[in-house]
């Protein structure tokens, strides 16, 4: 559904839409975004790596994002200095692929529980189900096979792609994006071995998970409901694919986690941590802001900040 | 769907419910239970762990759950004194969260082919599906999107949260809770080289899986059915989210499996093994029972009990 | 849906089938395959590793499968020769379990909006969907909860078990089989900083996945879609469950990647490479064709042929 916007568009403006300077023809115009290797006539470029210099030699795009130092490296193409060119180009690029739109309105092949709440502008595909007394916010978008159980809230302007379930109760805040096969709410894994039986006795999981706004979660990603309380994830992190994240964790806000992390029950990242793909975090285990956890590390204990606070950034890698 | 019971209890009966002795007002009323920081007026808390000394402290709850040892620290709170508190405080949680019942019956919204048997106490909600010769027991639920493929064994109180699949002649024992995105049976992963086309030859993934009853299995985990017999999981064990296990693989009654670890086929787990997460198991390695395989271990070779029996429990732990 | 063929079938003929050479009575009826251990009166097994000897000893099977070398340990029971056993035990299976068919056409009660185009050979369950602008080749099967985007292409013979997602415009090709749960071209995982907000500003991921064809994909993997222009899985690789590819990968033709395996964006494996259990690989990094990557493995650097070629099969491992 993501779509391309074929309008022609002049240098100079899109220039000004990212705050960057024009050098060369401000009246070029420009007809889509492109790697280097792939563009041809009229597609906009980016470059920022000198491991990309030969393909930028060879590219045959009409212009390229670059920094004040790569200028130099340009030859006179046409190009749009900004200060960070990948989020300049990540801004153009945006132009050139506006979010889609949904008709609005509730398919009739979809399940929409009485006692949901689903608002008049929202978009809710065939064999989506909404259980009763969930509600979906404005322009949010389920897509088919999407489940929001009962009770549960997703907010405005959500995207919840085929297949994804939010049990009951839970909650996803604004804006927020969840790629398909997501799963919200499962039960944690809360267990008390009962030795006269003999048993694992299950502990109701009995609390919610809370996602807040902005906040995009990768396909087959789980997040466990807490046995109490609430598993929190706060505003603006992103998850990726097939990430484990167990009850009571609390991700704290515009954390990074890269593909196949698992966070255990109870652990809890500060704000702004990235964890390499694969990373491993222990029970209860507490992180500090800012920090940098590497590819496949095992954290078993806490990564403090210095002096109680915190300092960042600090960076913890290595096996148990 | 997990609901709270709002009835209120008295401390001395809950206390009996577990075996447990009362300090303080036996009569006092318990409205819910709760954790140390999260409690207000009337909850009932749990402390078992020094390291919540300040939370029990600062905690508003009306009463503790405590072991014998830890009485001492409640300064004269109410208590529950419980030889195993955590066990206790979980079976008390159960009180105040009974599991949900659903209407049973089959959702005009469903599909359920000619030739499945459903029995009538089931619950089968829209957009599920059960091919034709498989069986569903009582009081078991299926959620929308659940897939029970042609001939599989679904027994009785079983919950199929949604978007589960378990596909053709599977089966699933009784109590067992399959959170969403389950995958039964799965083609196992055998291919032969071919060099004369070149291609990897499937081998037929003929076999099944059989699961025995009150096992949980957590979201978006994957069991492989067996290229010839049956991939095996017994009696009892937990098994976590994005857990994998290949064909052939034996679990053992009552093991635990923490997040993402990974059995490769032909793996045997005996019982009571618990996994932490991310732990790699190597095809046909077979681990003793009892034993207690460290986070993020890497399994290959046996993992073997003392004089050809066993030695629980044993630890082992490393990367290959 | 795997069925078992109750044909019987001569020695003879099936030695026939896989160029192999009969010893003992080539008119010997076989019924069907079996392992060793639970072989009983007309089955035939396969014997290739010493590991399994006291099995064969043991074994009511009527014949055995086996190498030249092997020949020796089977104490005159009736045998197929073969130089390949294991592929030939392969394709004998493949006779008595031939690959399932499905009555063709559209369930009433699947969703095929207007636009797109099925096959009148190809199967549609209930409840699966395919979205307008996208094509279904013949022959090829939808299971229930299936989902097809927009513009996306599914080849012929393809079969997309339950709860399968294929976003817009990416492709699959002939002969793939997608496991329960698969996501293909969820969006990859890109994202600029932007300071002054401050926010992750998410990179439209306008580009798509193309898969060749023979290839198979395990239950819940998941593979994104690129940023712009394509993530790429060649000829006839065959990826296990639970693995993560990023976005812009390539994995070259006959590749095997086993569960869990997570390739980070933009990374690219050569042909004919190997990837052990749980193995990572960071972003940009390159693998030479034919390279075995031990389990568990985290490779942060190329693995590189020799003298700007390749040198297989070459092996790494280890941990960061």
Redesign the interface.
């Known amino acids: 559904?993501?779509q391309?916007d074929e309008t022609l568009r002049k240098l100079c403006d899109l220039a000004a839409l990212v705050g960057g300077r024009v050098v060369g023809d401000a009246d070029l115009l420009v007809r889509g975004?492109?790697?280097l290797a792939?563009a041809t006539e009229g597609d906009l470029a980016f470059y920022n790596n000198p491991?990309y210099r030969e393909q930028l030699k060879a590219t045959k795009a009409a212009a390229v994002v670059v920094s004040e130092k790569g200028l130099a490296q340009l030859d006179g193409r046409p190009a749009i200095v900004a200060a960070?060119p990948?989020?300049a180009?990540?801004?153009i690029?945006?132009a050139?692929?506006p979010a889609p739109r949904f008709a609005p309105g509730i398919d009739p092949?979809a399940?929409v529980e009485a006692g949901a709440e689903v608002d008049p502008t929202a978009t809710v595909?065939?064999?989506a189900?909404v259980a009763k007394g969930a509600r979906i916010g404005e322009r949010t978008v389920l897509?088919?096979?999407a489940?929001v159980?009962?009770e549960a809230r997703v907010g405005r302007d959500v995207v919840i792609?085929?297949?994804v379930?939010v049990?009951?109760?839970c909650s996803v805040g604004d804006r927020s994006?969840l790629?398909?096969?997501v799963?919200v709410g499962?039960?944690g894994?809360?267990?008390?071995?009962?030795p006269s039986v003999?048993?694992?006795?299950?502990?109701?999981?009995?609390g919610v998970v809370e996602i807040e706004s902005?906040v995009?979660i990768?396909?087959?990603t789980?997040i466990?409901r807490a046995?109490?309380?609430a598993t929190r994830i706060g505003q603006?992190p992103?998850i990726?694919?097939?990430t484990?994240i167990?009850h009571h964790v609390k991700v704290g806000p515009?954390c990074?986690l890269?593909?196949?992390v698992?966070l255990?029950g109870s652990s809890e990242l500060g704000a702004g941590v990235v964890c390499g793909?694969?990373v491993?975090v222990?029970n209860?285990v507490k992180v500090c802001d800012k920090a940098r956890i590497?590819?496949?590390s095992?954290l078993?204990a806490d990564v403090p900040g210095a002096g109680g606070g915190c300092r960042p950034p600090s960076s913890a890698?290595?096996?148990?």
């Open positions: 559904v993501t391309r975004v492109s790697g792939e491991r960070d990948y989020l180009f990540a801004k690029s945006s050139f692929h092949r399940c595909m065939a064999f189900f897509f088919p096979g489940y159980g009962e792609y085929p297949n379930v049990r009951e109760r994006i790629q398909p096969g799963v499962g039960d894994f809360g267990f008390a071995f009962d003999p048993c694992h006795f299950k502990i109701p999981q009995a902005d995009e990768g396909a087959n789980a466990d046995t109490l309380g603006g992103k990726d694919n097939l484990q167990g515009l990074i890269c593909g196949q698992g255990a793909g694969q491993g222990a209860h590497l590819a496949q095992g078993l890698a290595g096996t148990p």
